[in-house]
């Protein structure tokens, strides 16, 4: 009798704690709001870009970066990374929206890995614009002073803490194409930080996003970046 009243005890000890850990599960799924079925819908990865005006009054990506769907990680890349772009003899990451949209910055990318096509989400100017000004400004550090033309007039950004209004953002990023390789580097951390969030709480349906992502998938991916 003693042992089976152990054999019991151990049965529903376990219970306790299977229920334990599925209670654990769940609660994680509810405050994260990621299930399986959000990263079933996606590619493994998918690129996420601005797309700015820049220095020649072309249309570029000064902000490029991947988001990896399995841990929801996001790498940025260097714009001035070179990468073939077919029929141009532009070679730099940033001038691959230019000859393509989306798609060809999409296909840059995969150029640069191992072949795969990842999906593209790309924010315009303005619909960039509308969320930094909506979330406060943009806070970062420029690690030195950044001086722009914009064929108007000359805008100088100092160094050190910045909160930039959203048309300012475009503007320095035409300036940090002069940083060095760690300074952009640096800089281009806090900016696909913002980029992300902002990719996270936009409306799939917002005008000034481009994607070859259905409504549905673009709303996994926005669960899985917040």
Known sequence: MGQGRGVGRAVAGGVGAALVITVVAVVYVL???VLDGDR???PDEVVIALACEGEDGGIV??????VTVADGSVRSYDPLTEVTIPGT????????YAFGGG????AA???LGDGTHPAYVILDADVWAQWVDAAGGLEFESPRP???FTGERLLSFPAGRQVLEGVETCEY???AAYLTDSQRERVAERFTEALASAVAELEPQTAGVTTDLSPEALESLRRILR
């Open 31 to 33: 405050a994260s709001g």
């Open 40 to 42: 079933a819908t996606l």
């Open 61 to 66: 990506t000064p902000l490029v970066a991947v």
């Open 89 to 96: 003899t532009y070679n730099e990451l940033r001038d691959a």
């Open 103 to 106: 798609p060809a910055v999409a």
């Open 109 to 111: 990318i995969a150029r």
């Open 146 to 148: 950044v001086d722009v």
């Open 173 to 175: 990023l035409k300036g």
